[in-house]
Nanobody
Framework: EVQLVESGGGLVQPGGSLRLSCAAS????????MAWVRQTPGKGLEWVSG????????TYEDSVKGRFTISRDNAKNTLYLQMNSLKPEDTARYYC??????????????WGQGTQVTVSS
């Protein structure tokens, strides 16, 4: 059974930090590109950051560049998102996403249940 389980969310004051984790199981984690996506009631789904399967390249949405860092530990089947200098507009439910397109064109796309991040004083 494929599982992506996010953790680490919570309530934090503006300027604070959180570290999100996503524990993966049931699939070959090392072979998948991973991403963090967030959702707010007003803005819908927003891609935040992605990392290639080997971890050698990562990308970020403009509003989080310099504040968030994505990483992965393929030995532990875990994805991370270090969030610093948090702002109220970072408040959202954060989801972990795993994607793979095989050489045959088969597509795999998995989602976790999300973890809530609330930035407020």
């Amino acid at each position: 059974e494929v599982q992506l389980v996010e953790s680490g969310g919570g309530l934090v004051q503006p300027g604070g930090s959180l570290r999100l984790s996503c524990a993966a199981s049931g699939f070959t984690f090392w072979n998948y590109s991973m991403a963090w996506v967030r959702q707010t009631p007003g803005k819908g789904l927003e891609w935040v950051s992605g990392i290639v399967r080997g971890g050698g390249m990562s990308t970020y949405e403009d509003s989080v560049k310099g504040r968030f860092t994505i990483s992965r530990d393929n030995a532990k089947n875990t994805l991370y998102l270090q969030m610093n200098s948090l702002k109220p507009e970072d408040t959202a439910r954060y989801y972990c996403n795993a994607r793979l397109t095989t050489t045959r064109g088969d597509r795999y796309n998995y989602w976790g249940q999300g973890t809530q991040v609330t930035v407020s004083s």
